[in-house]
């Protein structure tokens, strides 16, 4: 049997998401998913789109208010959903969405959001500049 392979799909778009199934060993003792954890994810996410916008180094300097809304049970599917939303300098504000889904029904729901900023570094390590942000027109 021969595989044949699709075409390297599109430069990603203006969001970066990523899935993960949540298992026993990311739980709580109530058997949710640890909050350090979903933070873990949630800065894993701002991370690549930051990384993805300004295509340098980065490195978290900040998280911002960040809201969890419902627990999230073992064996729930979560969606990581990052779009960077503003711009300094040097640095990103990426807004991190984490929706969860149930593995056998279509029901989602919004479970966490959070905002981190990451700031660019140069070879040397020092804060760098980042491309502003380009709105993207509606339609």
């Not at 909050?35 to 996410?45: N, P």
């Not at 300004?54 to 809201?67: A, D, I, S």
């Not at 593995?103 to 500049?129: K, Q, W």
Request: aromatic share 6%; with cysteine.
């Amino acid at each position: 049997m021969t595989l044949s392979l699709l075409p390297a799909p599109a430069r990603p778009g203006p969001e970066t998401r990523i899935t993960h199934v949540v298992f026993p060993g990311t739980t709580n003792h109530h058997g949710t998913l640890f909050g350090g954890e979903a933070l873990a994810y949630m800065d894993s996410a701002a991370f690549i789109a930051a990384t993805r916008h300004c295509r340098r180094k980065v490195v978290t300097r900040h998280l911002g208010e960040t809201e969890f809304r419902r627990p999230v049970p073992a064996g729930t599917l979560v969606e990581l959903i990052a779009r960077v939303v503003a711009t300094g300098r040097t640095s990103m504000t990426v807004q991190v969405e984490l929706w969860t889904e149930q593995l056998y029904s279509e029901e989602r729901e919004l479970g966490c959001v959070g905002t981190f900023v990451l700031v660019a570094l140069d070879e040397a390590g020092r804060p760098t500049p980042v491309p502003p942000l380009v709105q993207e027109s509606a339609g």
